[in-house]
């Protein structure tokens, strides 16, 4: 079947139900979409939807910071997709929420707030709109106590997928005076799919195929975040060193989770900790400096204060908290280190699967493998004894397994996938399999290939650089499928969190949209082979 990317692209479009009413909050989207007959500004609060798990904190009487409660907030899509509701619940009673709607005539968003506290025949009204530097400011006219005209100002900062913040402030009409009544600090919450929904896909010749036929249901399960270590044996003997030893292998995982009363998140900076376990913060610091100046010059690391409260923001993703009774497929994401693919392992988690990675490590302490059969080899043993680890954990459903591999990794992950016989699917991201170095790993290109019973797709950038080349490829039977997609034109690092991603988000830049697409579709392609 050629062209089969062009199908997962047909399918993702076909999971939406064209009614009357396709946008309005649904079993599939329990949040709603945005019309894309509304205004451009309805994204705006993009980022938003969905639960957001908050601390609230407001000035008591005597002006001081009263101490901070905990509250959800909720935002969804409504009117068929062109208006945002939203709605707070506070574990102190004071419940409330608001209507969203983004005017074209005057280019201004208008929200109307209600709360417990206030059941006014007439509903309180700000507006504003989202500026250059990503916030969303929004103006209530309203007097200080002492008779002075100003505003109630309400800001949205730091708006990402992971979540924002958000602060009330009375400003005189200048705001040049700004006394800050009421923050709130908010993380996203990562909904789960227990169980997928059906979809139907057209094939090249016409016909309709019916992928599977559970109902939709999605459940108030968060995503959790741990390390967890596995050792095999190993001779690391040296020159006149007779020692032998054990070989201890980090493994990080991402992995569906019961809820929680007080959810506990990780920071961007607990990854970079994690970058090495024999390193103290500040050379893992350091590190992850030199690893973001390899794809991009960042400003932002010149400055100690501004990659701090980077490193500080909380992601959606909770700090080891204990597993669900459901079993879970399990994904591989391998390619230099965990944390070069942070996003892609948390998005895959969110749809229901056990995501895990390793980081690429020689014998010794400080050694980096050889990009040659001998480094390969070595990898090889570390993969199968992390699988064979996590094969006996209660939350592992070892019968559906699928890979990931970006670089160095795609050779020996690959060979190591088709040992086992519970392979689904395989997703190349630029790996070793379509370059120079990848041939040479390989110890029969021709059987590389045979009976390969999953599905294999290998994703590249349309420029051949940098040694990259098919010929193993060119091997596989391709009047079955298209094996190499271009599609997306990404290069070697883009496929990467760190490169798409993280540095954009230091920059306080959005995220690489090509990229959020390809998510999307490994996701699906996830999906759809493990249904």
Not at 234 to 260: E, H, V
Not at 475 to 502: C, G, M, V
Request: glycine share 6%; with cysteine; aromatic share 12%.
């Amino acid at each position: 079947m050629k062209n089969r990317f062009l199908v997962v692209i047909a399918t993702l479009l076909s999971i939406t139900s064209y009614s009357q009413f396709t946008y309005q909050p649904s079993s599939i989207y329990p949040f709603g979409q945005p019309n894309p007959e509304a205004a451009n500004e309805i994204k705006d609060f993009s980022p938003l939807i969905g639960v957001c798990d908050c601390e609230s904190q407001s000035r008591n009487s005597d002006n001081r910071w009263a101490e901070p409660i905990e509250m959800t907030w909720t935002f969804k899509y409504i009117m068929n997709g062109t208006a945002i509701q939203d709605e707070v619940l506070s574990m102190d009673g004071k419940h409330g929420g608001s209507i969203r709607q983004f005017n074209e005539e005057k280019e201004m968003w208008y929200v109307h707030y209600y709360s417990t506290q206030s059941k006014s025949k007439n509903l309180l009204t700000w507006e504003g709109k989202k500026r250059d530097d990503g916030s969303i400011v929004l103006y209530n006219e309203q007097k200080a106590p002492n008779g002075m005209d100003g505003y109630f100002r309400i800001t949205f900062s730091e708006i990402t997928t992971n979540g924002f913040n958000w602060i009330g402030e009375w400003v005189d009409l200048s705001e040049q005076i700004v006394f800050p009544v009421w923050k709130i600090d908010c993380t996203k919450r990562q909904l789960v799919d227990t169980e997928r929904p059906s979809e139907t896909l057209k094939e090249n010749n016409g016909n309709t195929k019916i992928l599977g036929n559970s109902t939709p249901s999605l459940s108030p399960f968060r995503i959790g975040y741990r390390i967890i270590e596995t050792t095999r044996r190993i001779d690391n003997r040296r020159p006149n060193d007779l020692q032998t030893g054990l070989k201890t292998i980090p493994i990080s995982i991402w992995y569906p989770t019961i809820d929680t009363i007080k959810p506990s998140y990780i920071t961007y900076g607990d990854y970079v900790n994690n970058i090495s376990a024999s390193n103290d913060s500040i050379a893992n610091n350091n590190l992850f400096k030199k690893l973001i100046r390899s794809f991009e010059n960042t400003d932002t690391l010149s400055n100690p204060e501004q990659l701090a409260h980077y490193l500080s923001r909380k992601k959606s993703v909770l700090n080891s908290p204990a597993h669900t009774q459901h079993k879970y497929p399990l994904v591989i994401i391998n390619g230099a280190h965990p944390i070069y693919h942070t996003y892609l392992a948390e998005r895959i988690a969110s749809k229901g699967f056990v995501v895990a990675s390793i980081p690429r490590q020689g014998k010794n302490k400080g050694e980096r493998l050889s990009f040659d059969k001998e480094g390969s080899k070595e990898f090889k043993a570390d993969l199968n004894c992390v699988i064979s680890e996590l094969s006996k954990t209660p939350f592992v459903d070892s019968a559906q397994l699928s890979f990931i591999s970006w670089s160095f990794e795609g050779v020996p992950t690959f060979e190591i996938a088709k040992q086992n016989k519970n392979t689904v699917l395989f997703i190349s991201l630029d790996s070793s399999i379509g370059y120079d170095y990848g041939e040479t790993m390989v110890e029969d290109s021709v059987a590389f290939f045979q009976d390969t019973p999953f599905q294999f797709y290998h994703f590249t950038g349309s420029e051949i650089i940098h040694g990259k080349n098919f010929n193993l490829l060119d091997k596989l039977n391709r009047d079955s499928y298209e094996p190499i997609n271009q599609w997306f034109n990404l290069e070697h690092a883009d496929f990467t969190s760190l490169s798409s991603i993280t540095k954009n988000e230091l920059r306080n830049q959005e995220t690489s949209p090509t990229y959020e697409t390809f998510i999307e579709v490994v996701q699906h392609l996830i999906l759809t082979h493990n249904l």
